[in-house]
Nanobody, 123 residues
Framework: VQLQASGGGLAQAGGSLRLSCAASGFSLDNYALGWFRQAPGKEREGVSCITGGDDKTYYADSTKGRFTISRDTTKNTVYLQMNSLKPEDTAVYYC?????????????????WGQGTLVTVSS
């Protein structure tokens, strides 16, 4: 069972990046999937979540209107499209899967975690 996050990198303020998180060893279909981030010296925070089954989406206030979470069941992958990036979006981004399928922005609710991918936004 593994989650593999990718797509991080360096972007300028106002730019875009798309993060991917591919699952292996299990199907993401009915899992709630979340993206979290952790900036240097700060606690890990929830960025976005998509629930299992009905694909309802949730966003942190700081990312609403700029980030979009989506799921591709054929590729067993979850994405985070990040637009209008700001320097304060700089962090290591983690994907996570929760077998309950329910929304949560609480990291301990999640069963599986990806390894993290670094996003750096320059001003």
């Amino acid at each position: 069972v593994q989650l593999q996050a990718s797509g991080g990198g360096l972007a300028q303020a106002g730019g875009s990046l798309r993060l991917s998180c591919a699952a292996s060893g299990f199907s993401l279909d009915n899992y709630a999937l979340g993206w979290f981030r952790q900036a240097p010296g700060k606690e890990r925070e929830g960025v976005s979540c998509i629930t299992g089954g009905d694909d309802k989406t949730y966003y942190a206030d700081s990312t609403k209107g700029r980030f979009t979470i989506s799921r591709d069941t054929t590729k067993n992958t979850v994405y985070l499209q990040m637009n209008s990036l700001k320097p304060e979006d700089t962090a290591v981004y983690y994907c996570a899967a929760d077998s309950s399928g329910r929304f949560s922005d609480y990291s301990r609710a999640y069963d599986y975690w990806g390894q993290g991918t670094l996003v750096t936004v320059s001003s």
